[in-house]
């Protein structure tokens, strides 16, 4: 395999998390006795440009289609996000009835309702049915199509080009990234912004994040790889934010190359700390695998522990991560009852590979368990808040990354 952006020969491994199904990949009852499609789960890294990315299995086609189950409005904490966003963007940028923002990704319209609230006009661009149809149930105008430089110059060609372009959470999923970033640059006005928020590579290493690894992800970014990715397609990164979404991300802000903006301090203070931390080198990349098993030798003992003493553990959350988790460790209905979600369009579903039946949060009440795993450590105090009447019978809470922690 060679590297996704500059084409180098790819040698070094990150990781190898073995085999399993597409993280979003929920199972219905009748699907259960069928085949089930597994993919390798390997990362490797690029030596030269330091792009962090899975080895080529995976379709994107096969990963976001019509029955993608991932919808942003589930979370109020995301949801809070998107807003402050919003407020900030349109102050900053002072957006108005003559501006265009385009989102990349848009899902199921979290994010532009906020934009169609202030009059802002919008346009969403996302790939999968699902989510687009709830979009459009809220007056956002969605492009369903997979975005990318054709996509970008169509529209650029119509005369929509962008004051601001925006993709949370987006630019790892895309398995060209070349032509996704040369796509933002197409539909991006000469005075535009472009911003986006991806977790950062960073902290997936520093605290063993090694459950945010999922086919859905191609990438796995650091600043040092997206400003060279930038810059090669005619942008240039001129600031950076660091968020606490998603176990820590970045927000970068770009522009066009020969836009005047200049270079804040943040870009040269993030790049200085990832070539301290090693990720301008090889050795700053051997760690993770060691530490991925040690955390699934502690959650085996643990679970295997609590049901040799007759507890019953569920667990919260059916979320990409926690498929990860759960099929990197072996985990079935045996040792984790069941996993309940918020999200309607998963419950009564499975999860993909280990089986483990998708209920609504309601059963904890009823079931009392001992044990309440928290999938989406990301949503830990959200989570916690939400039940926390399970407190009343003496039920504990357990998170497992970076560490093993029961409170």
Not at 304 to 315: E, S, W, Y
Request: proline share 4%; with cysteine.
């Amino acid at each position: 395999m060679k590297c996704r952006h500059c084409s180098a020969q790819l040698e070094q491994s990150l990781i190898d998390l073995g085999f399993a199904p597409a993280s979003n990949a929920y199972l219905s009852a009748g699907q259960l006795s069928r085949p089930e499609k597994y993919y390798p789960l390997r990362v490797v890294v690029c030596n030269t440009c330091w792009l962090v990315q899975t080895e080529d299995y995976a379709a994107a086609d096969e990963l976001f289609d019509e029955n993608y189950a991932y919808f942003s409005s589930t979370s109020k904490s995301w949801l809070l996000h998107a807003e402050q966003y919003c407020d900030k963007m349109t102050a900053l940028l002072n957006l108005n009835s003559n501006s265009l923002v385009v989102e990349l990704a848009s899902n199921d319209g979290y994010l532009l309702k906020n934009f169609v609230e202030n009059h802002i006009p919008c346009l969403g661009i996302e790939p999968t049915k699902s989510t687009a149809q709830a979009a459009e149930k809220l007056g956002i105008p969605v492009l369903q199509k997979f975005f990318g430089q054709a996509v970008g110059q169509t529209l650029a060609d119509e005369g929509k080009l962008a004051d601001l372009v925006l993709g949370n959470n987006v630019y790892a999923h895309v398995p060209d990234i070349n032509d996704f970033t040369l796509g933002i640059k197409a539909i991006l006005k000469p005075s535009g912004t472009v911003t986006l928020e991806f977790p950062h590579l960073a902290n997936l290493m520093a605290h063993k994040q090694f459950d945010t690894i999922y086919h859905e992800h191609f990438s796995y970014l650091s600043l040092l790889a997206v400003q060279k990715i930038f810059e090669s397609c005619g942008l240039r990164v001129h600031h950076v934010d660091e968020l606490p979404t998603h176990g820590g991300s970045l927000r970068i802000y770009g522009c066009h190359h020969a836009d005047s903006r200049a270079t804040s301090d943040s870009v040269g203070e993030v790049l200085a700390r990832e070539v301290g931390m090693g990720l301008d080198r090889a050795g700053g990349y051997a760690k993770l695998q060691d530490n991925a098993l040690a955390i699934k030798l502690d959650v085996m003992d643990f679970l295997t522990k609590q049901k040799r003493l007759g507890k019953k553990v569920a667990a919260y959350g059916a979320a990409a991560k926690g498929n990860t988790l759960l099929n990197y460790c072996g985990i079935h209905a045996d040792l984790v009852s069941y996993v309940c979600d918020a999200a309607s369009s998963k419950q009564g579903h499975y999860m993909p590979g280990s089986h483990i039946p998708i209920v609504s949060p309601s059963r904890i009440a009823h079931d009392r368990p001992d044990f309440i795993l928290i999938l989406p450590w990301n949503l830990r105090s959200e989570v916690v808040e939400q039940l926390s009447f399970a407190r009343q019978w003496g039920a504990r809470f357990v998170t497992v990354v970076p560490e093993i922690e029961i409170f």
